[in-house]
């Protein structure tokens, strides 16, 4: 069955390309010379042949033919040379995509199309001045003490509300249970109280009578995974049959973002009110991003923004589009590192008890307390080192505006994808050295035993340059207080098979590095 539905992909795969091809009148561009390894394409279909053969390791597919290469980076391409892609593992390559010739690389109108329905004019799908001036109201809301203290505030209430009662439950009764389900939730719900200021869980079964939520949860999964599905693959005649039609992922889609838009528009909507009724009346506005972001745009600074969306319905739809992309950005990053630190911790029982002794050393014990105040570099070492291994986005990447050469000499040609793979990276040993494969918090630490980082380019697991990831200190500070509170509360034992660094668990193909069939533990309350 599913040869057969990748056949029929396929099938239409080529079909809209060599549409596409003849409409350009069957021209082709002249080889140009470069240094990138092309891993043996077929003459007609490129490497699609390959890219379906290992569709289950892509990432660690991708890895292997890295290494191989000498420049550090690949050339690849889809059927009839359409799709051309350039991907490095090269931190010099890094650096030039993301800081030196930051302006030649875009989103792109491919990934635009992909995401639009979800994310439409929101930040991370912008480009140009749209995105510089989006940035900078982002910035001005980020750099908020109050967004800062409500978020701290959020995560305390969330921890202690719902994630630590939920795995109290789950070690009482003895059951295994979904480690990495429990922590997207918690991170779900805990996104959309800070983007929103809506606080609601979908974690505990009693606070599951929030349908709603719920609902929205469920939402978002879906959009996300079409979403980037779409971003995968170029626009063909079946999607714009499916959508023209109203069928299939198509449909699902719509009715996807038909959940999100009805809760965030509600939400907008309340929050312009709440303005409304404030501007008669003494304080300030409320704490959340939206709010924040609200803000910022009556600012002298936001103006630029709000000409460019000058009617009130432009305004909201503009501010729906980046909450959603902060709730998007933020709902299964940090899940995802938590539930492979959880895993690589019980793989290597001695990094665990480094952790542990940490803790027990911390001022408040390493309780689930604001994480700024304790003195845990091994445990930030052990999270950055969980994300080296394990990088919540493994792939990345942009598209040329114009023709351009990476350092080491690979050719990138106007209108071709520029990537780069934080996962291979993360598993080159001319950049960590024979030991990549191994999982060593203490590569992080000085002598002293204090945490010290490495170039963005080397370790672009937060991005680097202008799109650096503006979340970075709050990300920290959730999975460190996560990670103390859990590991000091429980023991985590991961059900079979035993955890071993020589046969990892398999992952999903998806934005995220989501680990497949999840993390089945069972916790044993600890004295």
């Known amino acids: 069955m599913e040869t057969a539905q990748l056949a029929y992909v396929l099938l239409f795969l080529v079909t809209a390309v060599l549409l596409f091809h003849l409409r350009r009148g069957g021209r082709s561009a002249p080889a140009k010379l470069t240094t990138a390894h092309r891993p043996h394409p077929n003459p007609v279909l490129g490497n699609t042949v390959e890219f379906i053969r290992n569709r289950r390791r892509f990432f660690d597919w991708y890895t292997d033919l890295l290494r191989a290469s000498p420049s550090g980076a690949i050339e690849a391409w889809g ?14 390559a890094v650096e030039h995509l993301l800081r030196g010739n930051f302006g030649n690389y875009v989103r792109g109108p491919s990934f635009r199309a992909a995401m639009s329905e979800l994310i439409g004019d929101g930040l991370f799908a912008a480009d140009g001045r749209l995105w510089s001036v989006q940035r900078k109201v982002a910035s001005y809301a980020f750099s908020s003490r109050a967004l800062r203290r409500f978020s701290d505030d959020v995560l305390a209430v969330h921890l202690r509300g719902t994630l630590l009662p939920f795995l109290d439950a789950a070690a009482a009764s003895g059951e295994a249970v979904d480690l990495q389900d429990a922590l997207r939730r918690f991170a779900f719900d805990s996104i959309c109280h800070v983007a929103f200021g809506v606080e609601s869980s979908t974690l505990l079964e009693t606070a599951r009578e929030d349908s709603r939520h719920e609902a929205l949860f469920a939402a978002f999964d879906a959009a996300v995974e079409i979403s980037f599905r779409r971003a995968l693959a170029p626009f063909t005649l079946v999607r ?167 350092p080491g000499g690979a050719a990138v040609r106007a209108g071709w994808f520029a990537n780069y793979s934080a996962y291979a990276m993360g598993r080159m040993e001319r950049l960590w ?46 999975m460190k207080t996560v990670a103390a509170a859990v590991l000091r509360r429980f023991s985590v034992e991961v059900a079979a098979p035993a955890p071993a660094m020589d046969s990892p668990p398999a992952y999903e193909m998806t934005a995220t590095m989501k680990m497949k069939g999840g993390l089945w533990v069972r916790l044993r309350k600890r004295e």
């Not at 991907?87 to 010099?92: E, F, H």
């Open 79 to 92: 059927p009839f040379g359409a799709g051309h892609a350039v991907t490095t593992a090269c931190p010099a």
């Open 240 to 406: 714009k049959l499916t959508g023209l039609l109203n069928v299939g992922s198509s449909r699902r889609l719509r009715e996807a973002v038909g959940v999100i838009d009805d809760y965030a528009m509600s939400v907008v909507e309340s929050k312009e009110a709440a303005c409304r009724d404030r501007e008669d009346g003494d304080g300030d506005g409320d704490p959340d991003l939206l709010s924040r972001f609200m803000a910022a745009m009556d600012e002298e600074d936001g103006g630029e923004l709000g000409a460019m969306f000058p009617t009130p319905e432009g305004k909201r739809r503009l501010l729906r589009d980046v909450v959603v992309s902060f709730v998007l950005a933020g709902k299964d990053t940090t899940s995802s590192a938590l539930t492979w630190l959880f895993w690589l911790l019980a793989a290597n029982p001695r990094c665990e008890r480094r952790v542990r002794d940490e803790l027990s050393r911390s001022p408040d014990g390493g309780g689930g307390g604001d994480a700024k105040g304790m003195h845990t570099h091994y445990l930030h070492a052990a999270i950055t080192e969980a994300m080296r291994l394990y990088p919540p986005v493994p792939f990345n990447g942009r598209v040329a505006v114009g023709d351009d050469v990476l």
């Open 433 to 478: 050295g024979e030991d990549c494969l191994e999982f060593s918090p203490e590569r992080w630490l000085r002598d002293g035993g204090e945490f010290v980082a490495v170039d963005a380019a080397r370790y672009p697991v937060f991005h680097a340059g202008p799109r650096a990831c503006l979340g970075k200190e709050m990300a920290y500070v959730q």
